[in-house]
């Protein structure tokens, strides 16, 4: 029987819930009254590995990882993510913890704040520093967005282990196709229009980047105003907003099994930030963002105002899909019919800032 791992970090701790035969059941909070910005579920080995970036605030952020789906956590006995001394910075926040692909079953990448790369060939209990991305000559330029300054998306190519591309508020996008050794900007098409030149080579205030189910090099991107799709890895990329109430959003997710279809959730502008027309809707594509649909069967009818963060909508790899989204209302909602229908899972939890699922058996 398929059981389904659902973890959600909010601003006081981690909730867990597990579904079996379609029941749903939850524990927590773990890491009580510490904000949970970053979940990873590491599914590459036998034994799944859940790991989470914790932020005390008395004790600080950190990394702590799972062999036993959260019933205890391990954490390194020295920091696992560290700025060398020599770069004068110092960890605010693990904003991104993404396990790479089966190229690389041991590595597991974490986007920070300050915006800089980690990498760990351990399976996340130390990292490494990708100097390359810190050093990078546009540095200089960047400049903190209303979250910070942070790298917040991580994606990796199944293909190749060298291939990785990174999201940078509010620096865009960035890609190497080393491993690292080496970073490009990538954002050609994708505006900026807070910027007197609306469309620079760096700069953009991307929000999340998700990867096709059927074709690597094809990727959706939820801008600060836009939503985007690349079909060339990010090299150039086409506005595939219309049909959408709004293109201002946070989020957005990729079918794990279905080629050309991603979600998104779109927000009223920066002046309100609460959801478009001010209805709880999570938006799909069939068509690669040709058309787009709004999803509402078992949402609220009324006035919402559940703002969804970035890493607050995910998939998981079931078939069909389930997709999962959690709000600023401390709500959390499930559909296991691909986004067709909706359940609401949780109620009056702490502001969500993060959701992943996976299936576990």
């Keep these: 029987m398929t059981e389904v791992l659902l973890t959600v970090g909010t601003r006081k701790g981690l909730f867990i819930g597990r579904r079996s035969g379609g029941v749903w059941q939850f524990d927590g909070p773990h890491f009580n009254a510490q904000a949970v910005y970053s979940i990873a579920i590491d599914t590459r080995h036998s034994r799944p590995r859940v790991l989470v970036g914790g932020d005390s605030a008395h004790w600080g952020p950190s990394v702590f990882h799972s062999d036993d789906l959260g019933t205890s956590w391990a954490e390194a006995k020295k920091p696992a993510v560290k700025f060398p001394k020599d770069t004068g910075a110092s960890l605010e926040r693990v904003w991104q913890l993404h396990p790479a692909g089966p ?5 597991v990448y974490a986007g920070t704040e300050p915006a800089a790369l980690f990498r760990s060939e351990d399976r996340g209990e130390t990292f490494e520093l990708v100097r390359p991305l810190w050093e990078h000559p546009t540095r200089a330029k960047w400049v903190p967005g209303g979250g910070g300054e942070a790298v917040h998306t991580v994606v990796t190519d199944g293909r190749s282990a060298d291939a990785v591309t990174v999201a940078v508020s509010t620096a865009g996008v960035f890609r190497s196709r080393d491993g690292g050794s080496a970073w490009e900007p990538s954002n050609r098409g994708v505006s900026a229009v807070f910027l007197p030149d609306p469309e620079p080579e760096f700069g953009q205030c991307v929000h999340k980047i998700a990867q096709d189910a059927g074709d690597p090099d094809r990727l959706y991107l939820q801008n600060h105003w836009g939503v985007y799709r690349s079909d060339d890895a990010g090299s150039t990329w086409a506005d595939i907003g219309a049909g959408l109430p709004s293109t201002f959003g946070f989020a957005v997710a990729a079918h794990p099994h279905r080629p050309g279809t991603a979600y998104v959730f779109p927000i009223t502008a920066d002046s309100d930030r609460v959801p478009a027309d001010r209805k709880c809707r999570v938006y799909r594509t069939s068509d690669a963002g040709a058309s787009w649909e709004a999803l509402s069967a078992g949402l609220p009818g ?52 993060c959701v ?3 299936v576990i058996a």
């Excluded at 190229?103 to 590595?107: E, G, N, Q, R, S």
């Excluded at 969804?308 to 401390?330: K, M, Q």
């Excluded at 909602?333 to 609401?344: E, F, I, K, M, V």
């Design 103 to 107: 190229a690389a079953p041991d590595v």
């Design 356 to 358: 992943r699922a996976a």
């Design 302 to 353: 009324g006035a919402h105002y559940g703002t969804v963060l970035r890493d607050a909508l995910r998939t998981d790899d079931a078939d069909p899909a389930g997709v999962y989204f959690g709000n600023r209302n401390g709500e959390v909602y499930a559909s296991a019919d691909d986004g067709d229908t909706w359940q609401q899972l949780a109620s009056h939890l702490p502001d969500v800032l």
